[in-house]
């Protein structure tokens, strides 16, 4: 597909011409007395996932081993915690395998969705085993009901197995979405959907034109229109993509895009997804000098929603992979420029330098990824 464009923000704009960034001390923090400091251990738990809930008025946290639910109307109440830890045959395992014992061979939860009205469905890595389960949170919040509610089953396909690996998901009436490492090793990336009555459904396996060594960054379900069954859902990652001399690999920002009901094909794509499409997130700047700064790694991605999702707004923060120049930058994009990218010409390499340009043959019917 043919590259965005976006209109940048740097620190250096939002400062009036003089770049900076401002922090606060812990100290300075409590000074505000807008924060609530709270410990449930003394050893690291790498805290990641954050999921709100604004139903019920709480915050669930998930780390190492833990998952917590905090009453985001006070900050000050003591929140409802489960204790989750992988089994210690599975961590025995882990470390005979030469897994890190601290940041490693333990449960560190990567997946918090919503389910039902009553209960999240969560995921850890298990020690190098992913596991799911259910978990009620009650109806309402004044029931303070925080409980692992079933038997634990396999999270191969849901959480990537390393915790240090990024798995971003979401969830769609009771199917889920997951972009993760789908094996113990860490070389088999996919997009997949599990959980389901239907087949599941993925990326190609090891085809670098589909997902090429990807660090996810975040996914989202985005409407393209008032028809609730045109939403498509959106991921957002990293890849190392070979320039065109095929010799070294440049990190570029990616945006994917499935239909949720896209079921695979019939003969090639069995249990593959028909409507995957990919475009690069393109974020720069331009020097007084004329020259042209890039900004390749996404780090994070914020949605500003709108009531005509059309005008949906999507921010992303992105630094530099150069040696030479470290920053960065915030880029916007319009969710009609993006649908308009993936609605435009497709890119092939040709020529002696076999350079992407775009596609001027006949589209097939019906048009990939519809």
């Known amino acids: 597909m043919s590259d965005l464009l976006a209109f940048v923000i740097t620190a250096k ?72 830890p992988a089994s210690a045959n599975r961590v025995d ?29 969560v995921c850890g890595s298990g020690a190098f085993s992913p596991v799911c389960a259910y978990l009620n949170r009650g109806r309402r919040s004044e029931e303070q009901v925080f409980k ?27 199917e889920l979405f997951s972009g993760m490492y789908i094996d113990f090793m860490g070389t088999d990336a996919a997009i ?37 069954n045109d939403a498509k859902v959106y991921f957002f990652f990293k890849e190392k993509l070979t320039d065109n001399s095929g010799s070294t690999k440049q990190i570029h920002s990616m945006i994917a895009r499935i239909c949720p009901n896209d079921t695979g094909g019939q003969r090639s794509l069995v249990n593959k997804w028909t409507t995957y499409l990919k475009a690069r997130l393109v974020c720069s700047v331009m020097d007084d000098d004329g020259t042209e700064t890039y900004f390749d790694e996404l780090e994070d991605v914020f949605l500003l929603e709108t009531d005509n999702p059309r005008t949906t707004m999507i921010y992303g923060i992105f630094t530099t992979s150069s040696s030479v120049f470290k920053g960065s930058a915030v880029c916007v994009y319009h969710l009609s420029d993006i649908q308009r990218v993936f609605n435009g010409p497709f890119a092939h390499k040709e020529g002696p330098n076999h350079q992407l340009i775009p596609y001027q043959g006949r589209i097939p019917y019906p048009r990939p990824g519809t």
């Open 148 to 174: 692992i509610d079933s038997k634990c089953e396999s999270g191969k396909g849901r959480c990537s197995f390393n915790p240090n690996v990024n798995t971003v998901s979401v969830m769609i009436n009771e």
């Open 192 to 228: 997949f959907r599990s959980l389901t009555r239907r087949n599941a459904v993925r990326t190609d396996q090891h085809n670098s034109k589909w997902l090429s060594e990807p660090i996810f960054v975040d996914a989202h379900l985005i409407p393209d229109g008032t028809d609730p």
């Open 13 to 84: 704009d939002i400062l009036g011409g003089k770049s900076g960034v401002v922090c606060l001390s812990f100290a300075e923090l409590q000074a505000t007395k807008t924060s609530q400091f709270y410990a449930l251990s003394h050893h690291p738990l790498d805290y990641r996932i954050l999921m709100m809930d604004e139903d019920q008025d709480r915050i669930y946290v998930g780390s190492k081993d833990h998952i917590l639910s905090l009453n985001i109307n006070n900050i000050s109440q003591e929140p409802l915690s489960i204790f989750w």
């Open 93 to 121: 395992e882990c470390k005979m395998a030469g897994k890190d014992p601290a940041h490693g061979c333990g449960n560190f939860v990567r997946v918090i969705q919503t389910f039902n009205r009553t209960h999240l469905y």
